[in-house]
């Protein structure tokens, strides 16, 4: 049997190595379209079958299998260690946003005290794993209790660039004066608290 491990953010984008090697019949875990099986199995050659899922543990231990390339990026993979951490681990089910607090602090901190004591690029990077770890954590609790999700967090980073630094949207190619963005930052910023003001009827 061959099995095709998906990302469980676009099931419905099959490799295109499983459409040259796989082999019908397809059949699929329930998370995967049904209009996604059937359109596979339609093209395959009868043969050992194929097995589409997200989930590693579905896969038999005999398959041989193809793996989407995007499974690969290392911000899914991290998002995913958190979520599968906030599933089995005892001690990550009971954290929340509060009790976090002094984790954030601490690890933002030794950022700083990196930088200052230029530890090196290594642990520079390492450091700031660590502050990025807060922010998976408290952006997996929010998903959990349905309020946002990663996305959404980093959406809000791209909208308020949007607002505060056109420029970085519009085509502009030549260097932006710091005056300029300071000025545009200050517009944006106003323009925000204007629209919270108008939303809440103050």
């Not at 796989?22 to 050992?48: D, F, H």
């Not at 954590?137 to 607002?163: L, N, P």
Request: proline share 5%; with cysteine.
């Amino acid at each position: 049997m061959f099995a095709v491990l998906l990302d469980a953010r676009w099931p419905t984008q099959i490799p295109l190595e499983a459409w040259e090697r796989c082999e019908g019949p397809v059949r699929g875990t329930e998370e995967i379209p049904g209009e996604v099986i059937g359109g596979l199995g339609e093209r395959l050659k009868p043969g050992r079958g194929t097995l589409l899922t997200t989930r590693q543990g579905e896969i038999p231990h005999d398959c041989e299998v193809i793996v989407a390339p995007s499974r690969s990026d290392a911000l899914w993979q991290a998002r995913a260690v958190m979520a599968r951490a906030r599933e089995i681990g005892q001690w990550e089910q009971e954290q929340t946003h509060a009790s976090l607090i002094p984790y954030l602090l601490e690890e933002a901190a030794e950022v700083a005290e990196e930088v200052r004591c230029g530890g090196g690029d290594a642990a520079l990077c390492a450091e700031l794993g660590d502050v990025l770890l807060q922010v998976l954590f408290h952006a997996r609790i929010a998903e959990q209790r349905g309020a946002f999700d990663f996305d959404d967090v980093a959406m809000s980073f791209v909208r308020k660039m949007r607002s505060r630094a056109p420029y970085l949207f519009d085509g502009t190619t030549s260097v932006v004066p710091v005056a300029e963005q300071d000025r545009l930052w200050a517009e944006g910023k106003q323009k925000e608290r204007c629209a919270t003001i108008d939303r809440h009827g103050e």
